[in-house]
């Protein structure tokens, strides 16, 4: 190979070596993205590798606990959950394992089926926690191929609580977490990153602090990671801890578990099942205000900032973990405080990646899932190489099937009784669907008082960037050009742009500008008249549900529609229009009328077969304007079809 | 897979049926480009369907026949006048198979070699001539499988000319071409495209006029895809044979064979070798001034420029065949009167493609060989795969050795004395290398009055696309910045500029400022603290012939520095800069400073102890201006570096 010679000065060396010189409050943070953007070491390195590299650039970062939820629907807002505090941008998150609760099965609610969702829907590194007394090793070794198998690539390895009172220890069986940490490198090798608890006051069963301590080095000996803390009241006990760790030779990152106090209840009841004994100070505090949970929330914050600072002054911590409870409120209002709460208006990519390591090189999707990401990721779960670089010809690989529409991630945050009001309890004609899709573009509450904050299409509001587009969109909705997709030409903004921006700082961002709809036969027939005037101009793609298909796209190639050029790097181009695609995107875009719009109706009525006639008789269009660099021809093209018309 | 349904209306047929409806002259070739754009079918079709789809959409072509040179310094110019009669645009050359002078060996001057040339260096599609007579089917099939290896496409099955004055036929030997057609299907399938001579007066040794067009029928069903026809003087003579052929049931395209009259005696002997009678109005006018070669030569274009237009004019005709004797101003002058001469500024990409079917999908390239596009063919011959979209990781395949520095498709073209006249007879020291350097740049003689038109790291004139930095390049030669690569930044220029463009029409090229250069360790000691202060903006490599290798790139990864964006396609990358690949060029950039300009001196000589001090102690430079929108910054670079030094 051609790569004999030395490097005398590499790019983080020298990166780093400039830090200092460098102006501005977020210097650390910039010179931590110029040596290694975002980009890719984000996607590349494993946890323990983003940890030391935080720690190096003295990046403080937290990470989240959550447990799998009891029910469907609660595990559809934890999901939700993950969506919103992950744009805090934590390290890691992790869910927790209960045996009694079939954690390993693929129930939705199951912590396998839940981090499954966060790694590859929610685009977060996870750690799946397991417990292993009472289980067979054949057990604990289906699980763990379980989780590589999904994608899963961190373990906090914990003994779990025995069953029954007394608890006696297993020959040749897992007594102690160590045994499972030994489990895992012996039978996965290196694969997975492991975590194991420490207990700052010491385990509760154990013989002594001391003894404690001993077992801990144990665990990190037999192949340990990184230490996460049970909580803790007060700053010295975790510092001493660590303090007392390091003395012994233990030389791996501890992590201090922060529980912000969030109610009476819940953490008399935290505190029984961790045999921790609560400060008299915090006593003092709690007992006279137990029936104010806003004030008990108020002073918990308060308590956890103050904690959590005096940790990070030491110098001794670089993350915090916290114990969220599986609510938001508190943990966000700490982190906000603490300054250490990221909402990085800079995405990777623009779309939302996902965190399996089988897609760590995927940066090209098409523009249709833009807001079914989700959908696209479980329709492409099966795929052994994502697209790196190019999208690629025609041939590649097939779309899953989508047969669920209630995929439990999939599902609408929205129960039927919302959604007919916001789409109409009884429709009326075309018009009253034209009615619809304008008033989720223009935000206006519809004739019945309601506002439209979905559609079958988009779960979310309209994005920042398509209000760009609001004035025009609202235009052409009115009269049955039914927008479900689009974007903005762009013409080399800045990469950190707050509203198109995504990709490492110092580069520029272009796209085409996009329309999606659904319109009539009578409409695109005016359409393709006027398109011929804009040969080469606009590529077009039009489709009915039978599959008839008119295109202009050259040789059925891709045509990239989103890219970005930065600094020492080659072409992204994150977003295409691949006419192929385009055909599995449109069974999936006509089903959701039916799926989730004419079945709110009874069979026969009338309103369902408003939406029947649109479903079998509308064409699926998108048009892409390819002269990025002048005004957006797309609208004109619009007017001209309506002159058309007239 | 996805793709079961109909296209109702193709790209390719939507376009035609425009074509009639657009205005301008060159309507048809305009749509024929937007159906299927040069950038991939011209590198994917194989002849026989460019020929279709040039006879489908009307654009008249030609093709140019060459035979082999006798000595290496004849290659060397006949390797020249392929790149500039390939800029006419040919749909294919050929070359000539002479028995006698060993066409399948490895000379520099063998058909075989020759053919390799065209296809893989000059980008030609190549037909090689193969004759069978007299030959084994060993022999055959050896040469065939090499030619193949080769990455030619492509054969002419001829029976070739006997040995001795009677010709008997051989029992199971190759008697006639439909042997050599018959074999190469039954040994290679459909892999060449095969061509057969057509004799529009019938083949000398035919029995009749009628029995050769049997002959002519045999081949063709034999397996032959088109036919080229020998010489003829009269229009007339081609369109009956096409008639009559047609009328036995010959479809595939037939080409005329032109050959222009260039002179008397190569009249004479060609008319001798072919047993054709030379028509008595033609002689008439040749006779009276045989001895004057202009005038004869003015005259055989008169009548070739008359009788192509006959040929084209009756619809009969799409490409036309030239048999140019190795000559090319006869050739150049008939096609530009009829307007098929096509120096299209469009390349297809910013460097010129290889022909070689492996390399079908090649689309980036490093910047480094810009000026030594035959040298990057060749280091890179052995690869099986060529990137395609994304240079891709720094694990890129090692680039071969470049021994020989005077493989004669590297060979200047200038002798040794014109390189002294050039490059100095006398080097005084390290300023009058930088004298040279200026000079070349600035195209004003030196001091002794000779223009300096190449240098060892580019054997052409400064290209029109670096003139636009002439007056910098200018200022920092005289410095001793020796430049060797650069170009200018663009910021979305039309594909079509006659200057910068290139690809698809309707598109957007751009570019990074790239600027490489040769500079002493003082220089550089202060361009380095300089480029201190353009951190993220710039990107650089530095590296001295030991291989010191100094650098910002994050990663080592690639940086993209010309890309373009075309309707309906994705993102083209043709050039970066790669770290990896600049340690493998500077072995090359260094090397050149011995092997092309130290040792024309004598050893020991203080001219050849300069270049080798500069030699061992400059280093190479490269500097990529990442802001492509704002003005480019490296000259500030440089003035700033030569003010610290001040």
Not at 57 to 67: A, C, I, Q
Not at 80 to 102: C, E, K, N, Q, Y
Request: net charge negative; with cysteine; proline share 6%.
């Amino acid at each position: 190979m051609v790569n004999e010679t030395q490097h005398t000065c590499s790019a983080s060396s020298s990166s780093k070596s400039d830090g200092g010189s460098s102006s501005g409050s977020e210097s650390s943070k910039d010179s931590s993205r110029c040596s290694t953007p975002v980009l890719d070491a984000d996607r590349h390195e494993r946890l323990r590798e983003k940890m030391r590299r935080r720690q190096d650039s003295g990046d403080k970062w937290f990470s989240l606990e959550f447990f799998p939820p009891r029910t469907a629907n609660a595990a559809v807002n934890l999901i939700s959950r993950f969506d919103r505090m992950g744009a805090g941008g934590p390290l890691f998150i992790d869910v927790t394992w209960h045996p009694a609760g079939d954690p390993g099965s693929d129930k939705e609610t199951s912590s396998m089926i839940i981090a499954n969702t966060a790694v590859n829907y929610c685009g977060l590194e996870t750690i799946l926690h397991m417990t292993c007394c009472n289980q067979t090793k054949d057990d604990i070794t289906g699980h763990l191929q379980k989780a590589k198998r999904l994608g899963l690539k961190n373990i906090m390895a914990l003994r779990g609580d025995p069953v029954g009172e007394e608890w006696e220890e297993e020959v040749d069986g897992f007594n102690y977490a160590v045994d499972l940490v030994k489990h895992i490198r012996n039978e996965f090798d290196d694969y997975f990153d492991i975590c194991v608890a420490g207990y700052p006051k010491g385990h509760p069963e154990a013989e002594s602090y001391e003894a404690d301590l001993r077992h801990l080095k144990e665990k990190v000996f037999a192949g340990a990671d990184f230490i996460i803390t049970q909580l803790f009241f007060r700053p010295e006990t975790f510092l001493k801890f660590v303090k007392d760790c390091q003395a012994i030779g233990i030389t791996c990152p501890i992590i201090p578990g922060i529980f912000p106090i969030q109610g009476y209840h819940s953490l008399r009841q935290l505190v029984k099942l961790s045999k921790l004994e609560v400060p008299q100070e915090i006593k003092d505090v709690i007992e006279p205000i137990k029936d104010n949970d806003a004030a008990i929330r108020n002073y918990g914050v308060e308590l956890a900032v103050s904690m959590c600072r005096e940790l990070l002054d030491s110098g001794m911590v670089h993350g915090l973990h916290f114990y969220t409870l599986n609510r938001e409120v508190a943990t966000t209002e700490v982190l906000k405080r603490l300054g250490i709460w990221k909402e990085d208006p800079r995405r990777p990519l623009p779309w939302a990646v996902s965190a399996h390591p089988k897609r760590r090189v995927e940066d090209v999707r098409p523009i249709f899932w833009a807001s079914r990401p989700k959908s696209y990721i479980y329709r492409t779960q099966e795929w052994d190489d994502f697209p790196n670089g190019r999208w690629g010809n025609s041939s590649s690989p097939a779309f899953g099937e989508l047969k669920d529409y209630y995929l439990f991630y999939l599902k609408s945050k929205s129960p039927r009784e919302e959604l007919l009001k916001m789409w109409g309890e009884e429709l009326t004609g075309e018009e009253s669907v034209f009615e619809v899709f304008t008033c989720y573009i223009t935000g206006e509450p519809n004739k019945n008082g309601h506002k439209v904050t979905c559609m079958p299409w988009n779960d979310d509001p309209l994005a920042t960037e398509t209000n760009l587009l609001k004035e025009q969109l609202e235009k052409v909705n009115r009269r049955g050009i039914l927008t479900i997709n689009s974007q903005p030409n762009i013409n080399g903004k800045p990469s950190t742009d707050p509203i198109v921006g995504w990709g490492p700082s110092g580069g520029y961002v272009f796209q085409k500008a996009y329309l999606e709809f659904f319109t009539s036969s009578e409409i695109v027939t005016a359409l393709l008249k006027v398109l011929k005037k804009y040969e080469l101009r606009v590529n077009y793609h039009i489709v009915n549900v039978k599959g008839q298909n008119i295109t202009n796209a050259p040789d059925l190639q891709p045509n990239a529609v989103t890219w970005g050029i930065f600094p020492g790097r080659e072409i992204i181009q994150p977003t295409v229009v691949d006419p192929v695609s385009f055909l599995s995107w449109k069974d999936e875009a006509f089903a959701l009328w039916i799926e989730q719009w004419a079945k709110l109706y009874e069979e026969e009525s009338p309103s369902r077969m408003i939406i029947q006639y649109i479903h079998d008789n509308y064409y699926l269009v998108n048009l892409v304007d390819n002269d990025f660099p002048l005004e957006n021809c797309l609208w004109q093209v619009v007017d001209d079809t309506f002159e058309l018309l007239n």
